[in-house]
């Protein structure tokens, strides 16, 4: 069979067109096919980034939690450091009550009550023992006996600071006692007080003396006696007048 030039022309052109044609659209399908690769790896990537974020962030979280938790201490710190500073001492090395609850300054450890000028009105209990406040009361009553005067109850008393400018600059320590509560508040936080009785404290030789004053302002009684520490009377007038003599 002869084909003719022509015919051959044409079978070697379909040919080449039909080993042609295919190629190209092979190779766009393995270039999308990269394309979905490259994007599903660079989805990932992204995702690992995006897990990466979300580690940090809980870690900054984790770490201001524990920022936070340090402060709270810092604080629970500082509060029990106040507390023990204002601490009242209940007991002396000897295992016995102390005279007087107050600091090397003479300040009680609780807040006055009344005022009046530079004078610090303090409620007994918490700032005298029980024990010295019931042998002042009862120093007090042994007095009076002698005076004919009416006795105190010892319960119904107060602490009164009085300033001083003399050194060390210490106050002076009162105690003040009442026959009943109304007379304390006329005393206190009234102008009149009828009836004072008043135990004034001051040290000579490391010994404490005590002055004992009574008065009653309707039977014009005024009295001062000053005692040891043993209770003895040592004369009837006021310690340091007594001692000035001397």
């Keep these: 069979m002869k084909f003719s030039q022509k015919s051959i022309f044409l079978i070697l052109s379909l040919c080449i067109l039909c080993v042609s044609l295919p190629a190209p659209s092979f190779a766009a399908e393995e270039k999308k096919e990269e394309k979905k690769e490259e994007k599903k790896e660079g989805g990932e990537k992204k995702e690992e980034k995006k897990e990466g974020g979300e580690k940090k962030k809980e870690e900054k979280k984790e770490g201001g939690e524990k920022k936070e938790g340090g402060e709270k201490k810092e604080g629970g710190k500082e509060g029990e450091k106040k507390e023990e500073k204002k601490a009242a001492p209940k007991r002396t090395y ?5 005279l007087f609850y107050l600091d090397s300054k003479r300040q009680p450890y609780i807040e006055p009550f009344n005022e009046k000028g530079e004078d610090k009105y303090y409620l007994c209990r918490g700032t005298v023992g029980e024990w010295y406040r019931e042998l002042l009361a009862k120093d007090m009553n042994t007095l009076a006996d002698k005076l004919g005067m009416e ?4 319960k ?3 602490m009164r600071l009085v300033p001083t400018e003399k050194p060390p600059k210490l ?21 009149d ?3 004072p009785r008043f135990v004034i404290f001051s040290v000579k030789d490391r010994t404490l003396y005590r002055t004992f004053i009574l008065s009653d302002h309707k039977k014009h009684i005024y009295k001062e006696f000053c005692l040891d520490n043993k209770s003895e009377v040592l004369d009837e007038t006021s310690c340091w007048k007594h001692f000035e003599d001397e």
Excluded: H, W
């Design 171 to 191: 106050p002076i320590v009162t105690i003040e006692f009442y026959i009943n509560s109304d007379i304390m508040k006329s005393c206190i936080l009234g102008e």
């Design 151 to 154: 006795r105190v109850t010892g």
């Design 94 to 98: 000897e295992g016995i009550e102390p």
């Design 156 to 158: 119904t008393c107060a």
């Design 193 to 195: 007080c009828p009836q």
